[in-house]
């Protein structure tokens, strides 16, 4: 028994080894591709182009490698119109996964990423809001600023609310950027809950064979509710939805 555990899990790892040298393969390629993109001024849904690529095949890749397939619960709640994402952040398998999934999206990341080579200059072609997590008023400045134009030309928004990555069974504040963002555009807010944490773990480590769970909650409009109100609303919902799927 202790043989069949031992290669069981050496099975996992070289599948995860092959699905690494994959991305990493998809990444280049295809950062490249936006950058260039980016150097020609084009449009942003052209731009946005290798990053929905990418995107599918890297989810693609979850499947045929990791055996890590996805549920979608709620698609009718996804909007056509430019929106706010409000979005439980467990690991790198949302950020992996949503440009394939939603309509022309931007994330708000942190400042860091742009420095990594090509794909950090991929990352500033599609329009990502970066931000200096060390300094938190000049972030939350600099996402309403960038946030406002990039409503304005087309793009929905990604936020975490925790600001970083959270461990499973984590249930940490929110901060306001989000419902402030859409409350000053009058942009619509899509609360965001799955359990990615469980199978793909935030940190270094195995990712697991299985099934997440992603769901869209209902649209919320900015002008039903205060700034707190909503905050909490949105809180409440993808923590109670993150907690009833084992997240």
Known sequence: MKLVRLLWHSVLWVRQIIFVVYMAILTIVLAWLTVVLGMLRLPIRVKLIPAKVWSVLIRSGLVIFLWLRVKVEGKENLLSEPCVYVCKHQSSWETVVFHGMLHNICFV??????????????????????????????????????GKARLQSGLSIVIFPEGTRVPV??????????????KSTGAMIVPVAHNSGRF???????????????????????????IDELNEHCYQWIN????SIGG
């Open 109 to 146: 990341l942190k400042e860091e990423l742009l420095g990594v080579p090509v794909f950090g200059r991929g990352l500033k072609a599609v329009d990502s809001i970066p931000i200096d997590r060390k300094q938190s008023l000049k972030s939350f400045k600099k996402v309403l600023q960038m």
């Open 169 to 182: 069974k984590s249930y940490p504040k929110f901060y306001k950027t989000a419902i402030t963002l859409a």
């Open 200 to 226: 793909w773990p935030n940190k270094a480590g195995l990712i697991k064979p299985g099934v997440v769970t992603l769901s869209f909650g209902p649209a919320i409009s900015p002008s039903e509710l205060g």
């Open 240 to 243: 109670d939805k993150v907690k």
